[in-house]
């Protein structure tokens, strides 16, 4: 008896022990788990704090990072890579299930990627959204200057001049694409059916450093929260994640969620594919191999 106390004290303490995690979310799908973790207490079952901050755009959730507000973020190869360039070294420590779509405007006459030749194509400049609409453009034998690039960096505000006919068309993440179609807009392509996943969950190298066990009981976390959304009714979790995400009223109704994968490394070809485009643009200076930008702490999290 006395033993089994002593080890239930050593778990509390070690939990106690924790220190808080601060993570960046956007508002897409890949942020899901987060939410659920955090809303059904999952973290807190850890004996883990995470400070939960929402951006709406790449650049702002980069340069919080940066300045040392955040710990680690939902984010993408094309960050992860930008940032080891400029000094500040960043690891990749899981994919996400990210899905990003090439939407049409409703009035754009637009069936298929070469309708857009000579359109306006709304993207944010030197990421994720460009990468994956650079890679559509060449899956179907076109090139960047085919099209006319109108860049936006906030997410909502290219939704909302998409489904005002300002454009032909733009890349979105989901939930924004799945709103934009539910509104009346066309579905062109997108990197699922690429089979393209660039989307990624990072940590600055001093929380992969200092916080390997923190990092562990999140991912533990956050695995609970996949099983709990492949397998809840939507009904249970969607006004919820609506709210806590960041998310326009419509996405209640058009959202579709993607089945989730518990956590797990990203492919090798994802990262050189991002790296590759990167030194294409000469947006990097050095190539980075997988080793220089994945680190495994998922061993951890499953003990």
């Known amino acids: 008896m006395g033993g089994c106390g002593s080890q239930d004290d050593q778990a509390a303490k070690s939990q106690k022990d924790l220190q808080p995690l601060a993570v960046g979310l956007m508002p ?141 068309a733009a890349t979105l993440p989901e939930p924004m694409a799945s709103i934009a179609v539910h509104n009346g807009c066309h579905f062109v392509t997108g990197s699922d059916e690429l089979g393209i996943n660039p989307g990624v969950i990072l940590f600055t190298s001093k929380a992969v450093a200092d916080k390997k066990a923190e990092i562990a009981a999140m991912y533990r976390a956050y695995n609970r929260a996949v099983d709990y959304l492949n397998n809840t009714p939507r009904d249970e979790y969607i006004d919820l994640v609506v709210d806590k995400g960041g998310f326009p009223p419509a996405a209640k109704e058009a959202l579709k969620l993607p089945e989730y994968h518990k956590a797990a490394l990203p492919k090798e070809q994802d990262v050189t594919d991002c790296i590759q485009w990167l030194r294409s643009k000469d947006l990097i200076k050095d190539t980075y191999g997988y080793q220089d930008i994945v680190t495994d702490l998922l061993g951890k999290a499953s003990s």
């Open 28 to 168: 897409d799908t890949d942020s899901l788990p987060f939410i659920i973790a955090q809303e059904k207490g999952y973290f807190a079952d850890e004996g883990l704090k995470v400070d939960i901050q929402q951006f709406k755009s790449a650049m702002d959730r980069d340069s919080a990072l940066q300045s040392g507000n955040l710990d680690g973020a939902v984010s993408d190869m094309l960050a992860v890579a930008f940032a080891k360039d400029g000094g500040f070294d960043v690891k990749v420590t899981s994919m996400t299930d990210g899905s990003y779509k090439l939407v049409a405007g409703k009035e754009a006459g637009v069936q298929s990627v070469a309708d857009l030749k000579g359109k306006d194509v709304s993207v944010s400049r030197n990421t994720i959204i460009e990468y994956v609409t650079d890679q559509i453009l060449m899956h179907n034998g076109m090139q960047e200057g085919d099209i006319n690039k109108v860049i936006i960096p906030q997410i909502p505000t290219r939704l909302e001049m998409l489904q005002n006919g300002k454009l032909a």
